[in-house]
């Protein structure tokens, strides 16, 4: 993230949680109503928390931005936390004369031992505020804006569930190639968007529904797999040349930095290794009309560290959510006694909010790539050069 750079800040309970982008050109059209669209996709989806009712999250732009346009300066963006009335002691910046009672006991998956360990802190109070998945509120609003911009070079993000617990959905986004209708993929993620669980399949979506009860009534949790997908990139955004400047690994980085999430594959991933070449690799076709194109896209639209024209099709794998009602055993920290961990209120799986925080990373990667590519301080000098970029049929 050379171009464009984000910072987040906030606790899950205190005032307010916000943000500063850098690098975002002049001259792009960007409202708190556009940025809210995404803030509400992210607080969807069946088995979401009590949380959920509480905040209805929407972002203030306090800089940046006048008359509805960018400004070429930095960002920055505010949330206030609806629920911070009722923590206004507990999560007090001044000093208090009675603080309340430290926790001790840390989760199993979550950051509270490995952080209290490293910070020096016996109330994982301390750790488990930051670490929470309410921060990723803020990537969403921060990829807000990165999805406005590539809005303007025709570059769509996309997301779906294939995967809750042992429930599979029957599709994949590895099916679209850049020949591929838009019509259709439109048709195909509005399925997506429009399911309880964002997943495609209806038959799925019922399977898994069912799962996420039977999990709530356990007081367990449940992980799942998804894919997010970025259709009409242009051919050539990260380069081979060195291991920093290899758009895949940006990607890997961006996708992993997010919570709960376990691995990230692009295209087919792992799956390249259980057959020959022959069965993997996308071949290269060309018709005087349309230029070159692939039948397939194995590949996940990224060859070399760089972009090849086809959809980026990137899998994640999130685990389940470490906090249970029913808990798991622990230590406190202070007696080194056995324990219940400590329980926080959570989701029972928020799979289907987690795409919409890695639709939210996917677009800053690559609006960053985009900026990288082809520079501009505006958005109308950015189009300027962006329409000299090679494109099938490709001319050098």
């Known amino acids: 993230m050379n171009k ?13 949680l916000n943000t500063i982008i850098e690098g975002i050109p002049a001259g792009l059209e960007l409202s708190e109503d556009y940025i809210a669209e995404q803030l509400t996709r992210r607080q969807r989806g069946y088995g979401r928390g009590e949380r959920m009712q509480i905040e209805k999250d929407r972002a203030q732009i306090v800089a940046g ?30 000093s208090v ?18 952080g209290m360990v490293k910070y020096r802190t016996d109330d994982l109070r301390n750790i488990l505020e930051r670490s929470s998945a309410r921060e990723t509120t803020m990537r969403v609003a921060a990829g807000a ?4 911009l590539l809005d303007e070079f025709g570059i769509k993000i996309y997301g779906h569930v ?13 099916q679209f190639t850049r020949r591929t209708p838009h019509e259709k993929i439109a048709l195909f993620f509005d399925r997506a968007e429009n399911s309880q669980v964002a997943c495609a399949d209806a038959e799925s979506e019922t399977e898994m529904i069912a799962l996420i009860d039977q999990g709530k009534e356990k007081g367990d949790s449940l992980g799942g797999l998804y894919e997010v997908v970025a259709t009409g990139v242009p051919v050539g955004l990260g380069s081979h040349v060195h291991w920093d400047r290899k758009l895949d690994a940006h990607i890997a980085c961006a996708m992993m930095s997010i919570n709960a999430m376990k691995s990230v594959e692009i295209g087919l991933g792992r799956g390249v290794a259980q057959v020959f070449g022959s069965q993997v690799h996308d071949e290269i076709f060309y018709d005087e009309n349309t230029g070159f194109y692939r039948n397939r896209n194995h590949a996940g639209g990224i060859e070399g560290g760089m972009t090849n024209g086809e959809p980026i099709v990137v899998r994640v794998a ?23 961990a400590h329980y ?9 909010a987690a795409v919409v925080v890695a639709e939210a990373m996917l677009s800053l990667v690559l609006a960053n790539a985009l900026v990288d590519k082809i520079g501009g301080d505006s958005v109308s000098e950015m189009k300027e050069r962006f329409v000299g970029l090679p494109d099938a049929p490709l001319e050098w």
């Not at 931005?65 to 910046?93: A, E, F, Q």
């Not at 006991?105 to 490995?114: K, L, N, Q």
């Not at 804006?145 to 406005?148: I, K």
């Open 65 to 94: 931005v006048r008359y509805g346009k960018t400004l070429g300066s930095p960002i920055s963006l505010l949330i206030y936390n609806k629920d911070w009335p009722n923590w206004t002691h507990k999560m007090s910046v001044s």
């Open 97 to 114: 004369e009675q603080p309340v009672d430290k926790l001790h006991m840390p989760r199993p998956g979550h950051a509270d031992f490995a």
């Open 162 to 174: 294939t995967r809750i617990g042992s429930v599979t959905s029957r599709f994949s986004a590895i």
């Open 344 to 352: 926080e209120r959570a989701d029972v799986c928020a799979v289907p």
């Open 4 to 16: 464009i750079r984000f910072l987040t800040a906030g606790e899950s309970h205190g005032q307010a």
């Open 145 to 148: 804006v990165a999805r406005r």
């Open 318 to 340: 999130m685990k389940p959510l470490p906090t249970m009602p029913s808990p798991l055993r622990s230590v406190d920290v202070e007696t080194k006694k056995a324990k219940d």
